[in-house]
Every structure is written in structure tokens, then in C-alpha cells.
């Protein structure tokens, strides 16, 4: 079969899947659309139908609350014939109790729906059958109360013996000659708020049950109808969703199943050429296609076997060379390294040491030495990569660790190290073995990764005076009996300044350099009790050192003093303490500033 060929096919694949998807896509959206649009008319018409409910049920509860006694007394002053009352008569009944007793019933009726009822009134009829006259608006009382304060009345509001033509409002009309309760059959649109509302009549009739008093007429928006409409539109459009969804997943089943074969196959190959090697072709058949399944999965097998041996070379590399540098260098894997590839950056350094190692390890064998070794280094590993280092390299019992993010990285490895190192010394006297103590050095600065050596023979390296400087500060952690040492530059780079308790111990500088460095004692790593004795006079420790630095070297031994007290074992102290002698004793010159020289090899 020619390349045009089996391109022509695949085409003519596509075309036939795409087709089925189309068409199944077009009949989902169509009942979809339909079904949607018929559950949307079904909801409507059912809260309409609520709604009705809810008006009726309203005024039905008016007409309960209306003190017929005081409506009587009320329509008394009325007129059968339409006519309108003098201002001074219509003033006058608004300010009488039956008046006040039958709109504060309306307004009891109104409260207990006070969101969706804007209007509760009553009216009575005359002897025109178009036109009726207002008795009672609930909003009347409350009007007049803001017009006697100064403010604007109302427009709408309708007062006592006001005109109300019914010709519009069959309903209303109806209502009034049979004398029952009605619902309007459709929303009218309420201008002044912008919504829809429906209006409901209840007769209110006499004692007697036979003669019409009046009519109770009530006036709801359709705010929550709307709103549960909405949720309806929103439901419907996931039920069209969720249906286009499953047509999609049945239309590419289908079409699978229709041109399953030569798809298939191809599915399979671009797939084991995205590294998917596990994948296999599904045989359905014997013929040509079948034939080249088996062929494909023959070869794939054959592929397979020679990559996991591949993936185990560059997983045994890897325990050689960090994974993460050949992130840092931008290189896939172990086989795109050459000779002289590096990358430049700031990250941070940590170097950790066991004290005193020489002296312990000429009391074990070499099999015991390494047995110690890997027991420790396996507890040290894991807490510098949960905190987003790696291991750069094994210096004996030292360790060097990079951390590419924050330098708050590696002082919590740090950290997480001493606070391990204690659970550690646990196990060792479990087992008759002495504790041991490591010192650390955190720094941060610009640091250069790459490799170095010769062709037939490279390493990962970093290459700065950071490091350098770093190396120095584990080393120096026994001279200052500390736990963690770090700089200020470290410290000033913390992304959270307070996460870590610290304090300042000396000034140093590397000999063949100007840059003075801070040195800072990290205190999170030492047992509780040491730790919050320490912190417990770090102001007085810091007064201390300003009097030394400022040449005010009785006072600071006086301070020194006091410390020392508290704490004898605090190495610092009795290093200033004996600075401080020594300058009382032979002075320093003039150009002192308490800066100590140390030298890096």
C-alpha cells in the first residue's frame, strides 16, 4: 500500500468519525433544546400557578382580619353614587380608628409576605359597574406620617373615597358581581419597580353573608418566581450540557466501533511514539490490519525491553547525579549533559558536618564506619528534600545540599535535620552507641552549576565563593558551639522573616575580601529548653555586642557577666567575654572594628 494510500484512508476515517459525531451532536442539541424548553414551561406554569396560590391564600387571610364593623362604619361616608368626598371629610376618616384598625389588618397581611406584596387595598362598589371607590390603601397612614414630617408624599397613593376604574380590570369586575374570590390569569407589568406582579380580589361581605362590603385587592411581584426561574435556566443549560457531553462520548464510540482497524492502529502508534510504551494494538481481525497489529505489538514488545533497561541505567545515573541538576542545566536526562554546560543563579547552600569524626570513627571498623555513615546520611537525605533541596555531593560524613527556591528552604532543612539528629542520638543510645552533634552552614548567593573534568571523565560541580564561604561557616559552628550558622544576607533574603528565631553573634570577613560578613546563630534547631534560655536574653546579648563594637568594653563585660550566669555552657558568651578582657588588657588600635578574619581553603 502506497504512503498516498494509507493517508487517503485515514482521511477517509476521520471524515466518517467526524460525521457521526456531527450528526449525533445535532440530534442532542435538538432534544436537548426541546427538552429543556418543555421543562421551562412546565415550571413556569406550575409557580405561576403557586403564585395565584399564594395571592388567593393572602387575600383570603385580609378578608379574615378586616373588622367588618369598622368597614361599615367606614362606607357609611361614602356615597352609593360615584362622587368625590370634600379633602377636610376624606382628613377626617384617614385620622379615625376604624380607618387605622383596617390598615394596619392590611399592613399585618403585607408583613407576612413584605418582599413579594407592594400594594394591599380596598375598595367598594358604586352603583357604575366601572368604577369603584378606594376605602382603605395600606400605605395611606404612613404616607401622611412622612408628608407631617416634610417629606415628599407619595403619588400612588390612593386616599379614602378616590375613584377606581374597574373597566380595565375584568377580573376586579367579575369579582365584584359574582361576589368570590379571583386571581388575575396573567402578569401585569408594575413600572415603578421594574418587575411583573399579579393581582388577587376577595369579596369581603356582610354578616349576613349576602351583601358585598367591599373587596379586598392585593398586589404581589413575581421576585422569587423569577428568581427560581433562573435557577431552571441555569439547570437546564447543565442538563444541555451534560447531554452534549454524552453524545460526544457515545459519537466517538460509535465511531470508533465503525472505524476501529486502521484508527485504531494509528491511536496505538501515536501513543507508543508519545512514550507510552505499555500500549498494545487490540487484533479484532485476520486480516491485513490484524496482520500488522501483531507485527506492531512484536516490535513493541522488543522497543519496550530495551527502554526499561535504558530507564534503570538512567535511574542507577541518577542516584550519581542528581535529577535536579539536569533540571537546573535544562537537560532531559544524563545522556544530553556535554562537557562545559552550566547555568548561573542564586540559590542556597547548605553544608553539614558530624563533629568530631576522625576520633570516632578510628574506634569502628571500615564496616562499621560505613554502616554508621549510611544509617545517618538516610535520616539527613529525606528532610533536605522534603524541603525542596537535593544532595549535590557526599564529602565523607559531610554533606552538601542546594535549595534553587528560597533560602527559607534550607534553613528548615536545617532545622528538620538538628530537630532529626535528636531522635537519631535516641536510637544510638537504644543501642549502646554515644550521641553524636553535626554543625550546619546556610548561606545564600550567586552560585554557578555545571560540569567539569574531561570527556571521558566528568562531574556536577558549583562553583562559587559562596560555597565556599558556607563550607566555612559549618566549620566555624565548633568554634561557636552553635547548631545552625548563617548570614545576614540569608536572613534578608527570607521570604518570612519570622519564621526563624536567630541571633546576631559576631562580624567576620574572608581574608582577601572587604565585604564584612554578619554572622546569625538559627536557634529553631536546639533542644526547647536550650532554646527558649537563649532567646530569653537575646536583647541583652545584642546590648552587649553594641558596647563592644562601640569600644565600650566594661560595660559589655559587665553584661557578659550577668549572662554567663544564667548560662555558662553559651559558647558566644565566653567568647566576647575573653575579646573583651583582651582589648581591656592591650587595648586595639585605632582603626579597630571588631571585624575577625577568617580565612577559606
Not at 476515517?13 to 414551561?41: E, N, Q
Not at 400557578?49 to 369598622?70: F, H, P, T, Y
Not at 404616607?143 to 390612593?158: M, Q
Not at 486502521?262 to 500500549?279: A, P, Q, T, Y
Request: net charge neutral.
Amino acid at each position: 500500500m502506497t504512503e498516498r494510500t494509507a493517508r487517503g484512508q485515514s482521511r477517509v476515517a476521520f471524515s466518517l468519525r467526524l460525521k457521526i459525531i456531527l450528526t449525533f451532536l445535532l440530534i442532542s442539541i435538538l432534544v436537548s433544546g426541546l427538552l429543556a424548553s418543555a421543562i421551562f414551561t412546565i415550571l413556569q406554569r406550575s409557580l405561576f400557578r403557586e403564585m395565584q396560590n399564594r395571592v388567593s391564600g393572602l387575600a383570603r387571610i385580609g378578608v379574615e382580619l378586616v373588622d367588618r364593623d369598622a368597614l361599615e362604619r367606614l362606607l357609611a361616608h361614602l356615597s352609593p353614587e360615584p362622587s368625590e368626598l370634600p379633602e377636610d371629610e376624606v382628613a377626617a376618616v384617614e385620622a379615625s380608628a376604624d380607618f387605622r384598625a383596617i390598615s394596619d389588618a392590611l399592613n399585618a397581611v403585607r408583613a407576612t409576605e413584605a418582599r413579594l406584596v407592594h400594594y394591599i387595598y380596598l375598595f367598594a362598589p358604586t352603583s357604575d359597574p366601572d368604577t369603584a371607590l378606594y376605602v382603605v390603601d395600606a400605605d395611606v397612614l404612613a404616607d401622611l406620617a412622612r408628608r407631617a414630617a416634610g417629606e415628599t408624599p407619595s403619588a400612588d397613593i390612593t386616599h379614602f373615597g378616590s375613584p377606581f376604574d374597574v373597566s380595565g380590570f375584568p377580573v376586579a369586575r367579575r369579582a365584584i358581581a359574582e361576589k368570590i374570590p379571583l386571581v388575575e390569569q396573567d402578569y401585569s407589568y408594575d413600572a415603578e419597580f421594574g418587575v411583573n406582579s399579579l393581582t388577587g380580589y376577595a369579596p369581603i361581605l356582610a354578616r349576613d353573608g349576602t351583601i358585598l362590603l367591599g373587596v379586598l385587592g392585593i398586589d404581589m411581584v413575581d421576585t422569587d418566581v423569577r428568581a427560581a426561574l433562573r435557577g431552571a435556566t441555569t439547570i437546564s443549560l447543565i442538563v444541555v450540557a451534560a447531554a452534549l457531553a454524552l453524545t460526544v462520548l457515545a459519537s466517538i464510540f460509535m465511531g470508533t466501533l465503525f472505524t476501529r482497524g486502521i484508527v485504531s492502529l494509528d491511536e496505538v502508534v501515536r501513543r507508543f511514539g508519545k512514550e507510552n510504551l505499555e500500549v498494545r494494538a487490540k487484533v479484532h481481525s485476520r486480516d491485513e490490519v490484524g496482520r500488522l497489529g501483531i507485527s506492531f505489538n512484536a516490535m513493541a514488545e522488543t522497543i519496550q525491553g530495551y527502554s526499561v533497561q535504558l530507564e534503570a541505567l538512567l535511574s542507577a545515573y541518577g542516584r550519581f547525579v542528581p535529577h535536579e541538576l539536569l533540571r537546573l542545566l535544562a537537560k532531559a536526562n544524563i545522556l544530553d549533559v556535554k562537557l562545559g554546560d552550566f547555568v548561573q543563579r542564586d540559590m542556597t547552600v547548605l553544608f553539614s558536618d558530624i563533629r568530631s569524626f576522625s576520633s570516632l570513627s578510628e574506634s569502628m571498623t571500615p564496616f562499621e564506619t560505613f554502616n554508621f555513615l549510611n544509617s545517618y546520611l538516610k535520616r539527613m537525605g529525606p528532610e533536605i528534600r522534603a524541603n525542596g533541596g537535593f544532595i549535590d555531593k557526599y564529602i565523607g560524613d559531610g554533606i552538601m545540599a542546594l535549595f534553587p527556591r528560597s533560602p527559607d528552604d534550607g534553613l528548615a532543612a536545617a532545622v528538620a535535620m538538628q530537630r532529626g539528629l535528636v531522635e537519631y542520638n535516641e536510637h544510638r543510645a537504644r543501642s549502646g552507641y554515644r550521641p553524636i552533634g553535626i554543625g550546619i552552614g546556610v548561606h545564600r548567593g550567586r552560585l554557578m552549576l555545571g560540569t567539569v573534568g574531561e570527556h571521558e571523565r566528568m562531574d556536577g560541580s558549583v562553583i562559587a565563593d559562596a560555597v565556599n564561604l558556607c563550607s566555612r561557616l559549618e566549620a566555624l559552628t565548633r568554634m561557636y558551639g552553635a547548631g545552625i550558622l548563617t548570614t545576614g544576607r540569608t536572613l534578608k533574603a527570607l521570604s518570612s522573616p519570622g519564621r526563624f528565631a536567630s541571633r546576631f553573634i559576631d562580624k567576620v570577613r574572608v581574608k582577601g575580601r572587604r565585604e564584612t560578613v554578619l554572622l546569625f546563630e538559627v536557634l529553631d534547631g536546639e533542644p526547647a529548653e536550650q532554646r527558649a534560655l537563649k532567646l530569653s536574653y537575646r536583647e541583652e546579648l545584642a546590648r552587649a555586642l553594641r558596647h563592644y563594637y562601640g569600644r565600650r568594653f566594661e560595660q559589655a563585660l559587665k553584661i557578659l557577666d550577668e549572662l554567663r550566669d544564667r548560662n555558662p555552657g553559651d559558647e558566644i558568651l565566653r567568647i566576647f567575654k575573653r575579646r573583651c578582657e583582651l582589648c581591656v588588657n592591650i587595648g586595639v588600635p585605632d582603626d579597630w572594628q571588631g571585624v575577625e578574619l577568617i580565612e577559606i581553603t
